[in-house]
């Protein structure tokens, strides 16, 4: 299976621009790449995920290089309220078991 | 809505005895997983449960772990003689098999203590 490679913690003000890097250097083609977060006390929660474009959503954008070799989440305004750790991970469409998670990234968000 | 229900929230046991987790998945979704996340650590994959499907069990750490799923719904979580190094947070999710996103839906988890 193919695994991700995220720092370990970043740290943002709040209301500016925060990119949280994911490498996937061994990811096939039928590889989705999703984000999930987690919020501290509560469980994992879907924020975004795409193939091979770009992709936006009302909570992040997906930026996905053009090898897939690596991804960024971008919080785009960061609040005190996306402080959370951040997984990014990949999955083969239709194969939905086996899902693994990291790491993560755990994002500190100053005011 | 009706998410993911997880019980009980909290459970305090004492080494060598039996605990079981409860997962209501939210109603027609198909996918159900558990995972197991220790303390400031990841989530650690136990078992998927896909409709009638045999369950991947590839994930538990020993045979003390068991899980079963009835109906094709309400999945129960059971460890045997509990160490304590079972204590951690184990979270139920679900997802419905086909879909746009296939996205997890996560319960707030139960935390298991092991005295």
């Known amino acids: 299976d193919a695994k991700t490679t995220q720092p370990n913690s970043m740290e943002s003000n709040e209301e500016e621009p925060v990119h949280l890097p994911c490498n996937h250097s061994?990811?096939?083609?039928?590889?989705?790449i999703h984000w999930y977060r987690q919020l501290p006390s509560q469980g994992p929660e879907y924020v975004i995920h795409?193939?091979?474009s770009n992709v936006n959503n009302r909570m992040a954008s997906l930026a996905i290089a053009e090898d897939r070799k690596s991804s960024t989440l971008i919080l785009h305004r960061a609040t005190l309220r996306d402080a959370a750790v951040y997984y990014c991970?990949?999955?083969?469409?239709?194969?939905?078991?086996?899902?693994?998670f990291g790491s993560g990234t755990k994002l500190n968000v100053k005011p | 809505g009706a998410g993911v229900s997880q019980s009980p929230s909290n459970k305090v046991t004492e080494k060598g005895k039996d605990v079981e987790l409860r997962c209501d998945p939210i109603?027609?979704?198909?996918?159900l997983y558990w995972y197991r996340q220790s303390l400031g650590q990841g989530l650690e994959f136990l078992i998927y449960?896909?409709?009638?499907?045999?369950?991947?069990k590839s994930g538990l750490p020993s045979d003390r772990f068991s899980a079963e799923r009835t109906g094709g719904s309400v999945s129960t979580l059971t460890i045997q003689r509990t160490q304590q190094e079972d204590s951690a947070v184990y979270l139920c999710?679900?997802?419905?098999?086909?879909?746009?996103?296939?996205?997890?839906?996560f319960g707030e988890g139960s935390r298991l203590t092991v005295l």
């Open positions: 999710a679900s997802s419905t098999r086909w879909g746009n996103t296939g996205e997890l839906f």
């Open positions: 795409g193939l091979t």
């Open positions: 109603s027609g979704h198909t996918a």
């Open positions: 449960f896909q409709g009638n499907s045999a369950p991947d």
């Open positions: 991970i990949l999955r083969v469409e239709y194969n939905f078991n086996k899902f693994y």
């Open positions: 061994t990811i096939s083609g039928t590889d989705y």
